[in-house]
């Protein structure tokens, strides 16, 4: 399960009231539909995470002595972008709404 497109999405910051009937339009199946957008949610919430851990561990050392700890603007500045970034499960939701999560079920093509 993957997204087509590399661009990030613009979903929606706040809540927004869903028509079911949305969800399960291209599944037939409103779990099976659920089940994709969460699986995708995983996805973006690891890339994230990973990308977050390599940009916060250029800022890592080796002494962690109370006197060397230190605000650093730019840790912080890093941080503050991330938590503003829209939740996984919105951006999942969006694209799976706009056809850009490439999905398969091989139970049905047997």
Same mark, same amino acid.
């Given at each position: 399960m993957t997204a087509n497109n590399s661009n990030k999405p613009a979903p929606a910051s706040s809540t927004v009231?869903?028509?079911l009937r949305e969800l399960d339009t291209k599944t037939e199946n409103?779990? *099976?539909?659920?089940?994709?957008?969460? +699986?995708?949610?995983?996805?973006i919430s690891n890339n994230i995470k =990973?990308? #977050?851990?390599? $940009?916060l561990s250029e800022f890592a050392s080796s002494n962690d002595n109370?006197?060397?700890?230190?605000?650093?603007?730019?840790?912080? *500045?890093?941080?503050?972008?991330?938590? +503003?970034?829209?939740?996984p499960s919105l951006v999942a939701v969006q =694209?799976? #709404?706009?056809? $850009?999560?490439?999905?398969?079920n091989p139970t049905k093509e047997a």
């Open positions: 009231t869903r028509d409103i779990y *099976e539909s659920l089940v994709i957008m969460s +699986k995708r949610a995983n996805q =990973e990308e #977050l851990h390599q $940009k109370l006197e060397e700890v230190f605000e650093n603007r730019e840790q912080i *500045e890093i941080s503050k972008y991330y938590e +503003k970034l829209p939740k =694209e799976f #709404l706009d056809g $850009k999560v490439y999905y398969r």
